[in-house]
């Protein structure tokens, strides 16, 4: 923990210290602050010279600037002031599409740029995204409106920045993205501090997405998302997702609240979640996935509350790509509250996750490998879990002595429901080694049919001060099967 807090302070003054440079007012370059006047030529003209004269920060004052795609250069920063808004185009034709994205800001291969202040960027992202279908309709943009909407891919993303070297984004207000609302791709020295994220206008509104990048912390912001809230997802097997630090955020997501995956094609590696609120979320407070080859490893979480939020815990192997089987193993997760709910944690969203035919019961947390993919080295420790009970046996499709009957699904798209209905209410844990429980408390408000923790294929699993509270006392609060060297205390 000392050596990753060191890296990011000193990766902070390095980019504070490359950035300052002189200011430019944006009006110096034409750029109108009324609303109405397409300013995407004037904003380039101005990054472009302030990155060949030596960088400095582009400023804009109170006013809506309305743009649409533009490029920050190396050495520039954009400092938007309270009261200013980059307002996106909600004409789809004023995009950029480059390396399979759309955006209302694109960096590639830049060095020393950032985006800071107290202002706003609203990317208008459901009109735009609605004006895109219609030019679909229309033949003008070809598009197979999957699911109908627009390929994620050609709806607007707020930022994209790929192959880029010390990237500052502070304080600053992003809201409504077409798609994604921030990604940053092979970028190396990364630091978001104290921003507001309001995505939750369309489809695949992600907060934040960190992918194949090294050395990035994200710290002391607060997301509100219709889509996964900090998600980090590695794209090509060449990289790996390394030395994140996660730390002092609020998330409140219709997916999950923090993410690795589901693209896990080279993996994530020395990750530290610190102290991190997650509320009102449809899926997982933290969800691990290495579904595509990838390696999850070196993973901390300390210091988790988990308030309305539909599922807890949730660690997957999978095999989307055939002989491609993903590796995880040293996860520690530590201090951890949660509250999972009986109804839908995420009702009022505009788009809210899927609402099934047939309900299922309320979902284990799980940690669930493959039989020659398995996961290790996992402890938990301090944990406390309040689950509703209530289970209906009549959508039990597999019971105790079925546990063989559980489908593998090695390549379907890895969510805590995925499984549809388990024999546990607690804790599932399938084809892993080496599980540690210490000081896990699991409370069960209402009588449930199940068991509460249930390990099926375990080899070498210590449960210390396991505290189980539920109406039926008489039932063992821990089943095994097909599991050895399985010690509580």
Known sequence: MKAITALLLLITMLIQGSLHAKDYNASMFGIKSNGTTLNTN???????YISENGGGRLVFYVGRYLTGTIHLKSNVIIHLEEGAILVGSVNPLDYEFMSNWTALIFAHNQTNIGITGKGVIDGQG????NNLVDLIHKGVIKDPLKYDRPWEGRRPQNIYFKGCRNVRIEGIILKDPGSWNQQYDQCKNVVIDRITVDSKSYWNNDGIDIVDCDSVSVTNSYFDAA?????????????????????????????????FGTASYGGFRNIKIINNLVFDTYRSAITFAAVDGGVVEDIIVDSLRSINTGNVI??????RRTGKKGKMRNIIIS?????????????????????????????????????????????????????????????AKNGLDDLDKVPEMAASYPEFSMFKELPAWGFYIRHAKNIVFENVTLICDKKDYR???VLDDVKGASFRALKVSEQE?????????????????
Do not use: W
């Open 42 to 48: 004037s904003i380039q003209k101005g990054i472009d």
């Open 126 to 129: 459901f009109i735009v995204a």
């Open 227 to 259: 889509d996964d809230g900090i998600c980090l997802k590695s794209h090509s097997p060449d990289f790996i997702c390394q030395n994140v630090y996660i730390h002092n955020n609020t998330i409140r997501t219709s997916a999950n609240g923090i993410k």
């Open 314 to 319: 949730f660690l997957r192997i999978g095999e």
């Open 335 to 395: 201090n951890v509250y949660a509250e999972v709910p009986s109804t839908k944690p995420d009702a009022g969203y505009n788009y809210e996750g899927p609402v099934e035919d047939l309900p299922r019961n309320i979902s284990p947390s799980s940690i669930v490998g493959m039989p020659d993919a398995i996961i290790e080295n996992v402890t938990l420790k301090n944990i406390e879990i309040r689950y509703p009970g209530g289970g209906n046996p009549s959508y």
């Open 451 to 453: 068991t509460a923790v």
């Open 473 to 489: 006392k008489k039932k063992e609060p821990l089943f095994s099967h097909n599991s050895e060297s399985i010690s509580i205390k």
